[in-house]
């Protein structure tokens, strides 16, 4: 399982190459039919943290495993996880239309409660075109990306897309010429017939990816929310790993030891074919059948943070190697940064086929659907663990201890290879019940399997003796020491929304959403040597406020409930006594969030577009009762039910004027998050901070258009992260001016493009 995802966020949206930084100027309808199957204004291409990653919208739950990016009509990936969806997708030229599909669709279409990116291959037609961007930074990005398409013969079609992305980052890392490294080939096929009323389409797509990103660096906590910089490491501009990417690791698999280099062994590789048929009937009704072939493989050496550390003469820790005034074997002594590796291999294979049946009623009062899934899913994980340790300096230098460069080698080792089912049908309704009413309701039912074989230690959640010893995750276990165990599980998974919008007067209602899911474990779920809680993970979301809508302003005001039951993971916990002693723990607990949001539009005269957003919530942690122990005895039990969600800030505005003259288009974009904590006691915080984004966009003819933007225009540091040592601590005296180590965003950026239409 992914254990270094952040348990506060739902992953919402990719940052794009596409020159969709702002929004448009649409006309606001006073009294329109909402749109409820996709998400507005909420400027998703924009990304503080990563150049071409999700972007993070927070809704007060944990960030999901389910499928969070579409690409004509299927998921990109089955999960988020071993083989993340990111590594094998990003907006490119070769999409025609992009969206953010909302909590309820998502809800029925696949049985989570997320926003999901959805994106539609751009198809050949009647005539050529073609869409060339190409982008460049201040830090030498070098990203091009090409579309053509046109007509073949009568009614038949083609199109071509190549995305590469060469990105070495602003943070120069030692060990790597690009963090980014993403070649993307698309194609696709098209057949038109009966006057257009059919419509076939075959796509291929092949993307690899070297994603070798670290955007960590120590840093002073002054004990107050704030941060300063640490020893001269500029943060944004300075790499944290060492320059010798060499990695020593112990195969979870087979017990022996392997050496890899951090660039030479992540990569990861997808290749997918899809085939689309779209008919429309005489009678009006639309058939929409997709399937997709997924074939996805990746390697990936993850370094998380673990905690800053001090060792002292008699503490074991020297020089991996030769450096500088240092020879290999030589004491070392000061502080020292631990990284919790994850050499994850990870492999999955799908076929994933989604059909609709859409239509209206005589009336047109009513707009039905019928769908279905039919998805099946292989994959596989082998996750090699252990911590390592370097000093903290720009460009650092790799520790051993006690000799060993690793240790505490697949305490936290995983394994599992599994297939999953789902086949499902759901329904929906959209009706204009009156002049006044309008109703949306859907019902989706979800027959899910799971089963393959694993290491179990416990074979169920509350066993205190294991049934398998020899599968407990002691130092240097491997699987072929081990024992292969075997499951398989059957449930059935609910999920229903209900949205209304009820007019009052001309422009002004009241509106109402309701969305209910049911999910039962998944696949990473079972990689550790404990059975997971079986108990069903219910996820509630409610909301109900006003609508006012005139000419030029749109605005919707709404009070908001979300709670999610039975949430999962498996996290790791640093010793607070001892920095290298890192236990990963199953841990199960409830989220619950109440919130007030309003958001506004206005348009108040020609070119000019402002968009608003704040959101007020209070995320807490429920039923969240664990015991932590240690490998030298230290044992203590921890409630944190009522605290408030590590990572999640209760204060949310989001700022986005645009005003548009003549050839020339400004924008902005400015978003605040309130304080969040670092630790689940609450007990240490960060301060609030600004994102914030600019630009000017050029259009030169209807062919040749320019953009200049800015990222991080004040040049925040934006750190956020975790002291290891200080998750489970509650007298934090010793944090004062403490160093730490963890994430920030961006540093100021300058960024151009080019964009060519012919």
């Not at 091009?144 to 060469?166: E, H, R, T």
Request: hydrophobic letters at 35%; proline letters at 3%.
């Amino acid at each position: 399982m992914k254990t270094f995802i952040q348990t506060t966020l739902i992953t919402a949206a990719m940052a794009a190459t596409m020159p969709l930084t702002g929004m448009a100027q649409d006309k606001i309808e006073t009294d329109s039919v909402p749109e409820t199957k996709e998400v507005k204004n909420r400027n998703v291409m924009l990304n503080a943290s990563s150049d071409n990653q999700p972007r993070q919208i927070s809704i007060g739950l944990p960030s999901s495993l389910s499928a969070t990016i579409y690409e004509d009509g299927i998921p990109v990936s089955y999960n988020i996880w071993p083989c993340l969806p990111y590594l094998y997708w990003t907006g490119t030229a070769q999409h025609a239309k992009m969206g953010v599909m909302s909590l309820g669709e998502s809800a029925l279409k696949n049985g989570s409660v997320n926003y999901a990116v959805t994106s539609n291959t751009r198809t050949g037609g009647n005539k050529f075109e073609g869409h060339a961007n190409y982008t460049t930074n201040i830090f030498n990005l070098q990203r091009f990306d090409l579309s053509l398409a046109g007509p073949i013969a009568k009614g038949w079609s083609f199109s071509l897309g190549a995305y590469v992305n060469l990105d070495p980052g602003s943070n120069k890392l030692a060990d790597v010429q690009y963090q980014n490294d993403m070649k993307i080939i698309k194609a696709s096929l098209s057949k038109v017939w009966n006057d257009g009323k059919g419509k076939f389409n075959l796509f291929y797509r092949y993307a690899y990816t070297k994603n070798l990103s670290d955007g960590y660096g120590p840093f002073i906590y002054v004990g107050d929310g704030s941060v300063k910089e640490y020893g001269g490491f500029s943060l944004g501009h300075d790499g944290f790993l060492p320059a010798n990417g060499q990695i020593r690791y112990l195969d979870v698999m087979t017990g022996k030891w392997n050496e890899i280099t951090r660039k030479d062994g992540t990569h990861a590789l997808n290749n997918a074919i899809t085939a689309n048929l779209n008919y429309t009937f005489d009678n009006g009704m639309n058939l929409d059948v997709t399937s997709k072939y997924n074939y996805s493989n990746s390697y990936m050496t993850t370094l998380s943070l673990s905690g800053v550390g001090q060792a002292g003469e008699t503490d074991g820790y020297t020089y991996a190697y030769d450096n500088g005034d240092h020879k290999a074997g030589d004491v070392f002594t000061g502080n020292y940064n631990s990284r919790y590796l994850l050499r994850d291999i990870g492999y999955e294979r799908d076929w994933l086929t989604t059909a609709e049946l859409t239509g209206k009623s005589k009336d047109k009062a009513h707009s039905w659907r019928i769908g279905a899934n039919l998805w099946w899913n292989r994959q596989g994980l082998q996750a090699s663990t252990g911590v390592l340790a370097h000093t903290v300096e720009s460009n650092p230098v790799w520790l051993k201890h006690q000799c060993e460069q690793i240790y505490g080698a697949n305490t936290g080792g995983e394994y599992y290879d599994t297939h999953e089912t789902k086949f499902a049908l759901y329904l929906s309704d959209d009706w204009q019940a009156t002049k006044r009413l309008w109703l949306s309701a859907g019902v989706r039912a979800e027959l899910y399997n799971i089963g393959g074989q694993n290491a179990l230690a416990y074979l169920n959640a509350t066993d205190e003796t294991p049934t398998y010893a020899e599968n407990i995750r002691n130092v240097n276990f491997c699987v072929a020491n081990g024992t292969k165990t075997r499951f398989s599980k059957q449930w059935v998974n609910p999920s229903a929304t209900i949205n209304l919008r009820y007019n009052i007067l001309h422009g002004f209602g009241l509106v109402g959403e309701y969305v209910y899911a049911m999910q039962r474990p998944n696949s990473q779920d079972f990689a550790g040597q404990y059975m997971p809680i079986l108990d069903p993970v219910n996820i509630h979301f409610g909301r109900a406020g006003v609508f006012y809508n005139n000419k030029w302003m749109q605005l919707v005001s709404q009070v908001t409930l979300i709670s999610q039951s039975n949430y999962k993971s498996r996290t790791q916990f640093t010793n607070p006594n001892d920095a290298s002693d890192v236990v990963t723990l199953p841990i199960t607990y409830d989220i619950q969030t109440l919130g007030w949001t309003t958001d506004v539009v206005l348009t108040p005269f020609k070119g000019f577009q402002f968009h608003g957003l704040l959101t007020l919530q209070n995320p807490l942690y429920k039923n969240f009762n664990m015991t932590a122990t240690f490998a030298d005895g230290t044992s203590k039990s921890y409630d944190f039910s009522d605290n408030i969600t590590t990572g999640v800030s209760k204060t949310i505005i989001e700022l986005d004027p645009s005003y548009s003259f003549s050839k020339f288009r400004v924008w902005a974009s400015f978003r605040y998050q309130s304080k969040q904590y670092i630790n689940k006691t609450n007990s240490l915080y960060f301060n609030g901070r600004w994102e914030t984004f600019a630009g000017i966009d050029y259009n030169m003819n209807k062919y040749v258009n320019f953009s200049l933007n800015f990222v991080n225009l004040f040049n925040e540091k934006g750190c956020s992260g975790s002291i290891g040592a200080a998750d489970l601590i509650e007298d934090v005296s010793a944090y004062n001016n403490y160093l730490m180590a963890g994430s920030y965003i961006r540093p100021f950026t300058v960024e151009f493009s080019t964009h060519i239409n012919f």
